[in-house]
Nanobody, 115 residues
């Protein structure tokens, strides 16, 4: 069993920054790709970006250049640095890994962008 716990969400003004963290624990096989998703009210969950064990990253076009994903393999953590936040970035952000063919999700952390 694997547990993912996100933290760092909250209220932020448009144009501001926020850093989310996710810690994975439990029986993790190797160093799986760690992924961030988000879901806004009334919308489907969408892929934000991901990072491999070697640090290669990929981002959705909507966040490219503003968001940065990093990880600490020794601590099984992945961070999402979000800069220049926009109203449309407001959502619940989820951490995800696929471990041994099973998808695991965190409980999510809320990001609210205010004027």
């Amino acid at each position: 069993q694997v547990q993912l716990v996100e933290s760092g969400g909250g209220l932020v003004q448009a144009g501001g920054s926020l850093r989310l963290s996710c810690t994975a624990s439990g029986r993790i096989f190797g160093m799986p790709v760690m992924t961030w998703y988000r879901q806004a009210p009334g919308k489907q969950r969408e892929w934000v970006g991901a990072i491999t064990s070697s640090g290669s990253t990929g981002y959705a076009d909507s966040v490219k250049g503003r968001f940065t994903i990093s990880r600490d393999n020794a601590k099984n953590t992945v961070d999402l640095q979000m800069n220049s936040l926009k109203y449309e970035d407001a959502a619940v952000y989820y951490c995800n890994i696929n471990n041994g063919g099973v998808n695991y999700w965190g409980q999510g952390t809320q990001v609210t962008v205010t004027s």
